[in-house]
């Protein structure tokens, strides 16, 4: 039997990448050891492989001994998704789930009472994030009409390299060429960082590329047939998105709690400024930043489709801003049947850039006061967020484990968490068949 030692360098910012750098190399005084067995397998107290998939044994800290069945019927294994619909459970896939039990066990949070919530998460991120198979559903671990061996047909093949381009990605990766071109991948791997790994978070995402993929074709067809208009969005729309979601991800991610943090942001916000000074012809801050207000409150408020006036398909060279801008919301008419989370996602975001942007060339702030007045812009955008209706069908324990997750990833300001909490008592309170509110205490999330 020989033994063979695991490196890992990370490449990529996504779920799995991030995933696997902590458990190779951020677990120095840990060792973990797999097993590959045959079906054949038992364990110590005698129960066969074939009936648990794999088996993280954390018995023995610091080692942790995983079990996997390496046999062909790995392939056939299956677990339950939403409506006790199977699901495929690869090897890959099974891996992820033992190997989530192990990080948990190494860093003290796993749940020992109930541990296959924790897994089934990280499972499902990674199934998020290799597109080709159905999220399972914590629910309903363990129940036999749709778990066991044998029940499912082998997984769909996995997409070849490089994956098409996702749908959430279409005016990025024109603006920038491709999606495989850098900035297009920091989107997604923002976005994978965040709302992608709950089942909240991909139900807001359901509900954004609803709306969003009405009226991006639109844009990127006009933009292929323009490298004028490509180049407007990427410096008016798409690059500004970026900056803001990049200063979003400092501030939740403990920006919050340095003093230093203004420091950081001005130093990215001030070379944008001399980016767009330099590049974006007709460029005038204020008139900018009011089109941007106008837009977004028109948007908000389904009262722009008679305000804002038609534009042609195609803008010409000299072509400012402001068309710019109005010809994204011209677009945003004909495509979108409504403007939710398109709103909250894409143009209150862009309300905040440019007047973050307003305020530091108006030098009526100091660099305190303009930290305090970004944040104040940021929570407040953060406690609006669209909480989508799936909500009330999750189970009282999904909502626990998937409220905790975003705890840790997104909501990771008390205070945001408590305003989020009060919306949540407000709109599902009367909606759900547990007592929310003692939930909501329990992650974290106020609710008094």
Not at 9 to 15: S, Y
Not at 91 to 111: D, Q, R, W, Y
Not at 191 to 207: E, Q, V
Not at 410 to 417: H, L, N, Q, Y
Request: glycine letters at 6%; hydrophobic letters at 40%; charged letters at 20%.
């Amino acid at each position: 039997m020989g033994t063979n030692y695991i490196t890992y360098e990370t490449r990529g910012g996504g779920f799995a990448q991030n995933f696997l750098d902590k458990i190779v190399n951020h677990t120095p005084d840990n060792e973990i050891v797999l097993w590959g067995v045959d079906s054949t397998f038992h364990l110590d107290d005698g129960t066969p492989i074939t009936s648990v998939f794999g088996w993280t044994d954390w018995r023995r800290l610091p080692e942790i001994h995983i079990f996997l069945d390496v046999s062909g019927s790995g392939m056939r294994y299956c677990a339950c998704a939403a409506g006790k619909n199977p699901t495929s459970m690869p090897p890959f896939v099974m891996l992820a789930h033992e190997l989530s039990h192990a990080l948990h066990a190494i860093n003290g949070t796993l749940n020992l009472s109930n541990p296959e919530p924790q897994a089934i998460a990280d499972e499902n991120a990674i199934r998020t994030q290799r597109g080709v198979l159905p999220l399972r559903d914590p629910t309903l671990y363990g129940n036999p009409t749709c778990e066991g061996l044998g029940t499912c047909t082998p997984p769909p093949p996995t997409p070849p390299a490089p994956p098409p381009p996702p749908p959430d990605c279409f005016v990025a990766s024109a603006a920038y060429g491709s999606p495989l071109a850098i900035k297009v991948q920091m989107f997604r791997r923002l976005r994978d960082a965040f709302l992608r790994r709950s089942i909240i978070g991909n139900a807001f995402f359901a509900n954004f590329y609803a709306e969003y993929n009405g009226f991006s074709r639109l844009v990127v067809a006009d933009m292929r047939a323009s490298q004028e208009l490509k180049i407007n969005v990427s410096k008016v729309v798409v690059d500004p998105l970026l900056s803001f979601f990049t200063i979003f991800h400092l501030y939740v991610r403990g920006g919050w709690k340095r003093i230093d943090f203004w420091i950081e942001v001005e130093s990215l916000l001030r070379n944008d400024l001399g980016e767009l000074e330099r590049s974006v012809i007709g460029f005038e801050l204020n008139r900018v930043h009011s089109a941007v207000v106008q837009i977004c409150e028109h948007l908000s408020h389904r009262a722009y489709a008679t305000s804002l006036p038609r534009l042609p398909a195609v803008l010409r060279a000299d072509s400012d801003p402001i068309s710019v801008l109005t010809y994204l919301a011209d677009k945003v008419v004909v495509g979108a049947a409504s403007t939710e989370y398109l709103t909250w996602a894409v143009f209150r975001p862009l309300t905040m850039y440019w007047s973050i942007l307003v305020e530091i060339t108006a030098d009526r702030m100091s660099g305190k006061e303009l930290g305090r007045y970004l944040g104040t812009l940021l929570e407040d955008w953060l406690a609006a967020f669209p909480i989508p209706s799936e909500f009330r069908g999750l189970s009282e324990e999904t909502a626990h484990v998937d409220l905790a997750m975003l705890a840790e990833t997104v909501f990771t300001i008390p205070a945001v968490r408590q305003r989020v909490g009060e919306r949540l008592l407000n709109a599902f309170m009367t909606k759900v068949p547990y007592d929310l509110r003692s939930l909501l205490r329990s992650v974290g999330y106020g609710g008094s």
